[in-house]
C-alpha cells in the first residue's frame, strides 16, 4: 500500500474513533502515535470494542481479544498497519 493510501486509511481511522467513541475531541487532534486505549486518548474497553466492530464493518478485518488487540489498538499508525497487514494476508 502506497503512503497516500496509507495516509487516508490514518485519517479516516481517526474519523471513526472520534465518531465510535463519542470523543471529546477531533481527528485532528489525534497524533498518529498517540495510545487509543488507557493514558493518550483515555479510552476504555468498551471504546475498544466500538473501534474494533467499526475496523469489521469498514474493512472486513477482525481484531481478536486479548493481546492482539492491544497490540493493534495501540495508536492509529499501528491499527493502519494491522488493518494493511491483515489485509494483505487474507488476500
Known sequence: MAQLERDALIANLKR?????????FTADEIADETPLIGEGLELDSLDALQIALAVKDN????????PDSRKALAN???????IIASRKTAG
Open 59 to 66: 474493512y472486513g478485518v477482525r481484531i481478536e481479544g486479548g
Open 16 to 24: 471513526i474513533i472520534v465518531e465510535e467513541c463519542d470523543a471529546e
Open 76 to 82: 492509529v499508525g499501528v491499527l493502519a498497519d494491522f
